[in-house]
């Protein structure tokens, strides 16, 4: 009776213990582009790197960069530029979050415009300006990017 008991007790237990620790809970959507951009910022490449889904989508103006090799080799030639981020007015809708951002090279704002950031499980899935998310998600709206 005393070795049912045991082994009932350390189950219970065991489960608890299970249970308390679970999955972990996906990063917060503002919290991982706030630290994308200080690690860009920073020049920290592998850290910037890690915000995003293997297969991530980055927009700007000049191209539409998918996977996430692409996207490192995009960014490295950001960081070689010198590029510096600030954001501000973060707005999460469902994990679509809006901001303003100014992009500086050496201390010289050379942008500053409305952003739009996905991220789902706390990896960014898409990263670009809001115009050029608009223009995406109007032309096809089933992107995963795309979902509110």
């Known amino acids: ?8 007790s350390w189950s219970v237990i065991l489960t608890l213990v299970l249970t308390a620790c679970g999955a972990p809970a ?32 980055y927009l700007d103006q000049m191209a539409r960069i998918s996977g996430k090799e692409d996207i490192r080799a995009w960014l490295q030639g950001l960081i070689d530029t010198g590029q510096s981020y600030e954001v501000s007015d973060l707005t999460n809708t469902n994990g679509r979050l809006e901001y303003k951002i100014k992009v500086s090279v050496n201390d010289r704002q050379v942008y500053s415009g409305l ?31 795309c979902a509110d």
């Open 115 to 145: 952003a739009v950031t996905v991220v789902k499980d706390g990896k960014i899935i898409f990263d670009g300006t809001k115009a050029l998310w608009d223009a995406e998600c109007n032309r096809d709206a089933s992107l995963p990017f």
């Open 1 to 8: 009776m005393n070795k049912i008991l045991f082994i009932i």
């Open 26 to 57: 996906a990063a917060d959507p503002v919290t991982v582009v706030e630290n994308y951009y200080d690690a860009l910022t920073a020049s920290d490449l592998e850290k910037a790197m890690s915000f995003f889904a293997d297969d991530a989508v």
